[in-house]
């Protein structure tokens, strides 16, 4: 809490009778017993088992135990372990669940108003922060120190959150301990994903190099036997040789217990009325069906509005840069897509759709919701420009004198190395350039922030700069942690790009694991040395995002088949081997047709189609457009089978994790007998009562 001339702060605290009412109602989870084997790495054993020496494996200080739970019950605290030193039974970050819970449930005002929590506190700027403290400061001491010694945040930091760790396992158990399981969820997904990576970043490297030291020849020993038709209205005819250095890259080779979720804030604030929760039986805020799908309609007819006009911008920046040079292209749409469509436009039209309109009763209702709105105006924005090129550019051009218009101006047509090496040079941009940006910010803009938060801080307190800063001090020096989403984002638009266009650039799994590398440690430096920490939270899974993963996973099957059909020389090439050489000479001449003998502008140029002199499709068109149809179809029906066998042969829940979940359910029936067997004397009373 700030004024003009000092800065208050209130440390909270909760005794132990309030944190053992809270644990019961919040469902925590409580020790039963030990677990007997907590150390389980796959790798780890696989390595071991071919004697192969692992460089990954580190061995960690202060490793939390893993323990067999249930769900806590005061009137059975004998049965759980620990329950006798009240000071070590509720970790801190249950501890930081419990009092974070009071203060969001605490009202403060008039509750027909929902002046209710300290979230609403902090937006009417009553307070300027809510935070759970570290457990210390992450410096390493000058001196030599037993890592047994070393607080859990020294810890993280010495072990995790440093660039020297970068080929280390995740020190995951110690995460979920200090941060919670939501931010542990998201640190395992970002190093399953990168680990997978590997291979696809090396069989992408491998047909790199097979292309480029393999095909192209023809193309350039040419000379200049092929002079081309010119690409558009001011250009001058060029010969094909000209895209030796292109072509080299041109052909690619074929390659249960459920979570309570308290009402949201705004829920709460905006709700009409209170009614009684049938499930609870507490009084909640209560927003009718009705009022809420008029509303749901509302908004949703904004954001189809606002849809189109993406899609209009997007068509107008197409007809734009067929005015322009052939040369501009790769310059104009690429910075448009990156500059003219902001994202925070797109945050804060989602905001006001599920905020306003569909009242979403619970955070978690109203994350996904957000999450999903805005993934769909950030896949409109990325991946709209790669689209285009793929499949529409150039489709519509015509022939030479016989050239396609739109409002009386020639249809773009793919530069001289066709639209795949467009496109692969798109991804490339976003796949290195893109990145590279992004982290350079994660990096400077934390620092930039803190810098600025202490410079305002210095200000107010003045005088007491003097004096030795207290651990609450120095949190509130630190920037805010604005929690996952933007992480979450990055990297799913990222499997986007890798996934649905990995038939174009292959090297995208090699940038994209480099990156993610590097993306570990921003993350965890941001987490464990610059940001305040975070309320724990509990989460089952990543949310959404698995579904939005799932969705664009399937996406890509599809895009790659249409794309190795259409827009790649794959097939081409197949027919041509097929039906007249084998060693592929005179393919460059086969794909090439003549340009009419009514065009008169450049006589006896050459462009790329399956046409004769008269411009008609030819029978090879045809049969090619047959064999591009055939093959979409057994490709998908192949790859989805296949990942319907995998789904199928792996299991959800492996074998071991299983038992350990029979095991935890027989001990927790076990624990709670006593009450199970109380209710059933009391549910027999009250049947013989009635006969």
């Known amino acids: 809490m700030i004024d003009k001339k000092t800065i208050h702060y209130l440390n909270l605290s909760a005794p132990w009778d309030v944190l053992v009412y809270y644990a019961e109602e919040l469902i925590l989870r409580a020790p039963l017993q030990a677990q007997p084997n907590p150390n389980f790495n796959t790798s780890d054993r696989i390595l071991r088992k071919l004697y192969i020496p692992n460089l990954m494996v580190e061995s960690l200080p202060n490793r939390p135990l893993d323990y067999y739970t249930c769900a806590f019950r005061k009137s059975k605290m004998e049965k759980f372990l620990g329950c006798e030193n009240h000071d070590t039974y509720f970790t801190n970050t249950q501890r930081h669940r419990i009092v974070y819970e009071l203060l969001a449930r605490t009202v403060y005002?008039?509750?027909?108003r929902a002046e209710v929590g300290v979230a609403r506190l902090l937006n009417e700027g009553a307070y300027t922060a809510a935070f759970p403290l570290h457990e210390g400061p992450f410096e390493l001491p000058e001196y030599e120190v037993h890592p047994d010694e070393l607080n859990q945040r020294q810890v993280l930091f010495r072990y995790w959150a440093r660039w020297s760790k970068w080929y280390k396992y995740q020190p995951l158990d110690h995460?979920?301990?200090?941060?919670?399981?939501?931010?542990?969820?998201?640190?395992?997904?970002?190093?399953?994903?990168?680990?997978?990576?590997?291979?696809?970043?090396?069989?992408?490297?491998?047909?790199?190099?097979?292309?480029?030291?393999?095909?192209?020849?023809?193309?350039?020993?040419?000379g200049g036997s092929y002079l081309m038709c010119p690409l558009c209205k001011t250009c001058k005819p060029w010969n094909i040789?000209?895209?030796?250095?292109?072509?080299?890259?041109?052909?690619?080779?074929?390659?249960?217990?459920?979570?309570?979720?308290?009402?949201?804030?705004?829920?709460?604030?905006?709700?009409?009325?209170?009614?009684?929760?049938?499930?609870?039986?507490?009084?909640?805020?209560?927003?009718?069906?009705?009022?809420?799908?008029?509303?749901?309609?509302?908004?949703?007819?904004?954001?189809?509005?606002?849809?189109?006009?993406?899609?209009?911008?997007?068509?107008?920046?197409?007809m734009y840069r067929g005015i322009v040079s052939v040369m501009m292209y790769?310059?104009?749409?690429?910075?448009?897509?990156?500059?003219?469509?902001?994202?925070?436009?797109?945050?804060?039209?989602?905001?006001?759709?599920?905020v306003w309109t569909e009242m979403h009763r619970t955070q978690t209702q109203y994350e996904d919701a957000f999450t999903f709105k805005?993934?769909?105006?950030?896949?409109?924005?990325?991946?709209?420009?790669?689209?285009?090129?793929?499949?529409?550019?150039?489709?519509?051009?015509?022939?030479?004198?016989?050239?396609?218009?739109?409002?009386?101006?020639?249809?773009?047509?793919?530069?001289?190395?066709?639209?795949?090496?467009?496109?692969?040079?798109?991804?490339?941009?976003?796949?290195?350039?893109?990145?590279?940006?992004?982290?350079?910010?994660?990096?400077?803009?934390?620092?930039?922030?803190?810098?600025?938060?202490?410079?305002?801080?210095n200000k107010v307190r003045g005088t007491q700069n003097s004096q030795e800063p207290r651990r609450w001090e120095e949190?509130?020096?630190?920037?805010?942690?604005?929690?996952l989403f933007e992480e979450y984002l990055e990297i799913v638009?990222?499997?986007?790009?890798?996934?649905?266009?990995?038939?174009?650039?292959?090297?995208?799994?090699?940038?994209?694991?480099?990156?993610?590398?590097?993306?570990?440690?921003?993350?965890?430096?941001?987490?464990?040395?610059?940001?305040?920490?975070?309320?724990?939270?509990?989460?089952?899974?990543?949310?959404?995002?698995?579904?939005?993963?799932?969705?664009?996973?399937?996406?890509?099957?599809?895009?790659?088949?249409?794309?190795?059909?259409?827009?790649?020389?794959?097939?081409?090439?197949?027919?041509?081997?097929?039906?007249?050489?084998?060693?592929?000479?005179?393919?460059?001449?086969?794909?090439?047709?003549?340009a009419?003998?009514?065009y008169t502008s450049h006589p006896m140029c050459r462009y790329k189609a399956f046409r004769d002199n008269n411009g008609n499709y030819t029978l090879i068109y045809w049969e090619l457009l047959a064999v591009r149809l055939g093959f979409i179809i057994a490709f998908e029906h192949v790859v989805f089978i296949v990942l319907r066998a995998i789904d199928w042969m792996v299991p959800d829940v492996p074998e071991s994790l299983g038992l350990k979940v029979k095991r935890e359910r027989y001990l927790a029936k076990q624990a709670l007998a006593d009450n199970q067997e109380a209710l059933l004397v009391s549910h027999r009373g009250s049947a013989s009562s009635q006969g």
């Open 109 to 112: 005002g008039k509750r027909k």
């Open 596 to 598: 009419p003998p009514s």
């Open 493 to 594: 638009l990222q499997f986007g790009f890798i996934t649905i266009f990995v038939a174009a650039f292959p090297l995208a799994p090699l940038f994209a694991l480099l990156n993610n590398w590097a993306e570990v440690r921003l993350d965890a430096h941001k987490f464990v040395c610059e940001y305040r920490r975070p309320v724990a939270e509990r989460a089952q899974n990543i949310g959404v995002w698995f579904n939005i993963l799932e969705a664009l996973s399937h996406l890509s099957v599809i895009v790659n088949a249409f794309l190795i059909a259409f827009t790649s020389d794959f097939l081409p090439r197949l027919l041509y081997q097929y039906k007249f050489d084998n060693d592929l000479n005179g393919y460059v001449n086969f794909t090439l047709a003549y």
């Open 241 to 318: 040789s000209d895209i030796c250095p292109m072509a080299k890259v041109l052909y690619p080779s074929h390659y249960n217990e459920s979570i309570d979720d308290r009402p949201m804030l705004c829920f709460a604030a905006m709700a009409p009325s209170i009614e009684y929760n049938p499930v609870t039986g507490v009084k909640e805020p209560y927003f009718p069906e009705r009022a809420r799908l008029s509303r749901m309609l509302t908004g949703s007819m904004v954001i189809i509005i606002m849809l189109c006009v993406v899609m209009i911008f997007l068509v107008s920046v197409i």
């Open 374 to 457: 805005v993934f769909v105006f950030q896949f409109v924005n990325f991946y709209s420009s790669p689209f285009y090129v793929a499949f529409f550019k150039g489709r519509f051009v015509g022939y030479p004198g016989h050239y396609g218009t739109l409002l009386g101006m020639r249809n773009e047509e793919c530069g001289p190395g066709g639209c795949l090496i467009e496109l692969a040079e798109q991804l490339f941009i976003i796949m290195v350039g893109k990145q590279l940006i992004s982290n350079v910010q994660e990096f400077v803009i934390p620092k930039v922030k803190a810098w600025q938060q202490k410079r305002a801080l």
């Open 330 to 354: 790769h310059f104009s749409l690429t910075f448009m897509d990156s500059y003219l469509f902001k994202y925070f436009f797109y945050c804060l039209i989602c905001l006001f759709w599920d």
């Open 475 to 483: 949190d509130y020096q630190l920037v805010e942690c604005e929690g």
């Open 175 to 222: 995460i979920r301990e200090y941060f919670g399981e939501k931010i542990a969820l998201y640190f395992a997904w970002l190093g399953f994903y990168t680990a997978w990576l590997l291979p696809a970043a090396v069989v992408g490297s491998v047909s790199v190099i097979v292309c480029l030291t393999v095909h192209s020849k023809e193309i350039c020993n040419s």
